[in-house]
């Protein structure tokens, strides 16, 4: 699998796990059947992208193979693995921090059987009308994404503003001088 030193895939290919996973959502949306949905991973140590990558192993898998979503494992028996190519059958485990995978397959974007889903996936087409709902969701995404920016912008300005300001009081203070003037004399004598 390319990737670079820090683990990143190449644009194109995360490009074309994205695709796949959202040819797979779609299809699930739109599956009156799967309506109480496809659980999300709740590991809250998996990057987005694998949680992106166990959404797509679920949506192609579906009930041939057991999901365990707290230790992100799933098993596929024999009779599974046989429509999916060179796979072997047994436990499949995304790589998490801190968890043994001793005697579990491996499971990332570079395995073979991720890329004979990600590839069954990205080869199946949306209909119209689920195009249209991609399109729709990306332009609410991006309208989101937008108006995140811009709070994060006048946040920054405000915080730019805030700290002028205090610059200000800062070089005013330094600028004051301390004079004495004498008010009244006071004379006394001690007898």
């Known amino acids: 699998m390319e990737s670079d030193q820090a683990g990143n895939l190449p644009a194109h290919r995360e490009r074309r796990l994205q695709d796949a996973v959202l040819v797979a959502e779609e299809h699930h949306l739109a599956d009156p059947q799967d309506a109480a949905g496809v659980p999300l991973l709740l590991l809250p140590d998996l990057s987005e992208f694998l949680r ?10 579906g009930s041939a193979a057991t999901f365990d979503e707290a230790a992100g494992t799933f098993d596929l028996s024999a009779s599974t693995v046989a429509s999916l190519g060179a796979v072997s059958p047994g436990r499949y485990r995304l790589l998490t921090p801190g968890r043994d995978i001793t005697g ?4 990332l974007l ?8 990600v590839d069954r996936a990205s080869a199946r087409s949306l209909s119209p009308a689920e195009k249209v709902a991609a399109q729709r969701r990306i332009r609410d995404l991006e309208a989101e994404r937008n108006r995140k920016r811009r709070a994060l912008f006048d946040a920054q300005d405000q915080i730019d503003r805030r700290k002028d300001g205090l610059i200000s009081d800062v070089e005013a203070r330094r600028r004051q001088q ?5 008010l009244f004399t006071i004379a006394w004598r001690v007898e």
Do not use: I, K, S
Not at 104 to 107: G, R, S
Not at 178 to 182: A, I, L, S
């Open 104 to 107: 579990d397959h491996l499971y």
């Open 110 to 117: 570079g395995h073979p059987l991720a890329q004979t889903l």
């Open 52 to 61: 992106c990558l166990w959404r797509l192993t679920q949506h192609e898998l």
């Open 178 to 182: 301390v004079e004495t003037d004498p």
